[in-house]
Protein backbone atom coordinates (compact mmCIF):
# COMPACT_ATOMS: atom_id res chain seq x y z
CA UNK A 1 0.00 0.00 0.00
CA UNK A 2 1.33 3.37 -0.95
CA UNK A 3 2.00 6.01 1.98
CA UNK A 4 0.87 9.25 1.60
CA UNK A 5 3.17 12.41 1.42
CA UNK A 6 1.99 15.48 3.40
CA UNK A 7 4.09 18.52 1.65
CA UNK A 8 3.36 21.24 4.75
CA UNK A 9 4.45 18.87 7.44
CA UNK A 10 7.38 17.25 4.84
CA UNK A 11 6.83 13.74 6.05
CA UNK A 12 4.76 10.65 5.15
CA UNK A 13 1.68 9.16 6.66
CA UNK A 14 1.71 5.24 7.65
CA UNK A 15 -0.79 4.75 5.70
CA UNK A 16 -2.82 5.75 3.04
CA UNK A 17 -6.54 5.98 4.02
CA UNK A 18 -9.15 8.66 4.15
CA UNK A 19 -9.25 8.22 8.09
CA UNK A 20 -5.39 8.57 8.36
CA UNK A 21 -5.41 12.00 5.96
CA UNK A 22 -8.39 13.81 7.88
CA UNK A 23 -6.58 12.84 11.32
CA UNK A 24 -3.48 14.23 9.83
CA UNK A 25 -4.69 17.40 8.81
CA UNK A 26 -7.39 18.15 11.97
CA UNK A 27 -3.90 17.67 13.97
CA UNK A 28 -2.43 20.82 15.67
CA UNK A 29 0.78 20.62 13.79
CA UNK A 30 -0.41 20.53 10.51
CA UNK A 31 -2.46 23.34 11.12
CA UNK A 32 0.33 25.55 12.14
CA UNK A 33 2.16 24.01 9.61
CA UNK A 34 -0.54 25.32 6.87
CA UNK A 35 -1.28 28.85 8.41
CA UNK A 36 3.26 29.33 8.71
CA UNK A 37 3.79 27.78 4.90
CA UNK A 38 0.63 30.53 3.62
CA UNK A 39 1.73 33.30 5.97
CA UNK A 40 5.66 32.94 4.57
CA UNK A 41 3.72 32.65 1.12
CA UNK A 42 2.25 36.19 1.63
CA UNK A 43 5.37 37.85 3.24
CA UNK A 44 7.65 36.77 0.19
CA UNK A 45 4.56 38.38 -2.36
CA UNK A 46 4.67 41.67 -0.52
CA UNK A 47 8.01 41.60 -0.28
CA UNK A 48 8.39 41.13 -4.21
CA UNK A 49 5.99 43.91 -4.31
CA UNK A 50 7.93 46.26 -2.15
CA UNK A 51 11.09 45.39 -4.54
CA UNK A 52 9.16 45.69 -8.17
CA UNK A 53 7.66 48.94 -6.97
CA UNK A 54 10.64 50.61 -5.03
CA UNK A 55 13.14 49.30 -7.95
CA UNK A 56 10.26 51.04 -10.80
CA UNK A 57 10.28 54.29 -8.65
CA UNK A 58 14.52 54.73 -8.82
CA UNK A 59 13.71 54.03 -12.81
CA UNK A 60 11.54 56.91 -12.47
CA UNK A 61 8.49 54.79 -13.77
CA UNK A 62 6.88 56.46 -10.66
CA UNK A 63 6.48 60.16 -10.44
CA UNK A 64 4.52 60.83 -8.40
CA UNK A 65 4.12 59.63 -4.70
CA UNK A 66 0.10 59.78 -3.61
CA UNK A 67 1.40 59.66 -0.44
CA UNK A 68 3.53 62.72 -0.48
CA UNK A 69 2.20 66.48 0.06
CA UNK A 70 1.79 68.60 -2.51
CA UNK A 71 4.85 70.68 -3.91
CA UNK A 72 4.94 73.92 -2.05
CA UNK A 73 3.14 76.32 -3.66
CA UNK A 74 1.24 74.11 -5.45
CA UNK A 75 -2.72 73.98 -4.49
CA UNK A 76 -3.48 70.31 -3.36
CA UNK A 77 -5.33 68.50 -5.74
CA UNK A 78 -8.20 66.01 -4.66
CA UNK A 79 -9.93 66.18 -1.82
CA UNK A 80 -7.70 66.90 2.23
CA UNK A 81 -8.38 65.03 5.38
CA UNK A 82 -8.83 68.08 8.25
CA UNK A 83 -7.20 67.48 10.70
CA UNK A 84 -8.30 66.22 14.09
CA UNK A 85 -9.97 69.09 16.15
CA UNK A 86 -8.05 69.24 19.52
CA UNK A 87 -8.68 72.78 20.62
CA UNK A 88 -12.39 72.71 20.41
CA UNK A 89 -14.03 74.09 22.93
CA UNK A 90 -16.70 72.59 25.35
CA UNK A 91 -20.03 71.95 24.22
CA UNK A 92 -22.12 73.93 26.35
CA UNK A 93 -24.21 72.28 29.56
CA UNK A 94 -21.50 69.38 29.39
CA UNK A 95 -18.56 70.44 31.49
CA UNK A 96 -15.03 68.62 32.31
CA UNK A 97 -16.32 66.65 29.27
CA UNK A 98 -14.12 66.39 25.96
CA UNK A 99 -15.03 68.11 22.93
CA UNK A 100 -14.82 64.53 20.78
CA UNK A 101 -16.88 62.43 22.85
CA UNK A 102 -20.77 61.83 22.93
CA UNK A 103 -22.78 62.08 25.84
CA UNK A 104 -23.57 58.40 27.29
CA UNK A 105 -27.57 58.56 27.54
CA UNK A 106 -29.97 55.77 26.00
CA UNK A 107 -31.89 57.31 23.43
CA UNK A 108 -35.25 55.54 24.70
CA UNK A 109 -34.38 57.12 27.96
CA UNK A 110 -36.03 60.80 29.67
CA UNK A 111 -33.43 63.15 31.00
CA UNK A 112 -34.65 62.07 34.42
CA UNK A 113 -33.76 58.91 33.94
CA UNK A 114 -37.42 57.80 33.30
CA UNK A 115 -38.11 55.56 30.39
CA UNK A 116 -41.37 57.02 28.25
CA UNK A 117 -44.33 54.22 28.05
CA UNK A 118 -43.84 52.29 24.67
CA UNK A 119 -45.26 53.04 21.61
CA UNK A 120 -48.40 51.08 20.75
CA UNK A 121 -48.52 49.43 17.06
CA UNK A 122 -52.53 50.82 16.72
CA UNK A 123 -52.70 47.63 14.17
CA UNK A 124 -52.13 44.99 17.12
CA UNK A 125 -55.35 46.56 19.09
CA UNK A 126 -57.37 45.46 16.56
CA UNK A 127 -56.81 41.92 16.40
CA UNK A 128 -56.01 39.12 13.75
CA UNK A 129 -57.24 39.33 10.32
CA UNK A 130 -59.76 37.52 9.14
CA UNK A 131 -59.10 33.79 7.14
CA UNK A 132 -58.70 34.06 3.51
CA UNK A 133 -61.81 34.44 1.51
CA UNK A 134 -64.14 35.38 4.07
CA UNK A 135 -65.89 38.80 4.48
CA UNK A 136 -65.11 41.48 7.45
CA UNK A 137 -68.38 40.87 9.84
CA UNK A 138 -69.82 44.56 9.15
CA UNK A 139 -70.10 43.26 5.49
CA UNK A 140 -71.74 39.71 6.13
CA UNK A 141 -75.42 40.92 6.20
CA UNK A 142 -74.77 43.12 3.00
CA UNK A 143 -74.85 46.88 3.31
CA UNK A 144 -77.08 48.58 5.48
Not at 1 to 19: A, Q
Not at 81 to 95: K, L
Not at 130 to 138: D, I
Given at each position: ?19 V ?108 P ?9 M ?5
Open positions: MPKYYCDYCDTYLTHDSPSRKTHCTGRKHRDNVKFYYQKWMEEQAQHLIDATTAAFKAGKITNNPFAGPAPGNKPSGVSIPPPNMGAPPRPGMPNMPPYMPPMMNPLMAPTGIRPPPILNPMAMMGPPPLGTLPPQMNGPK
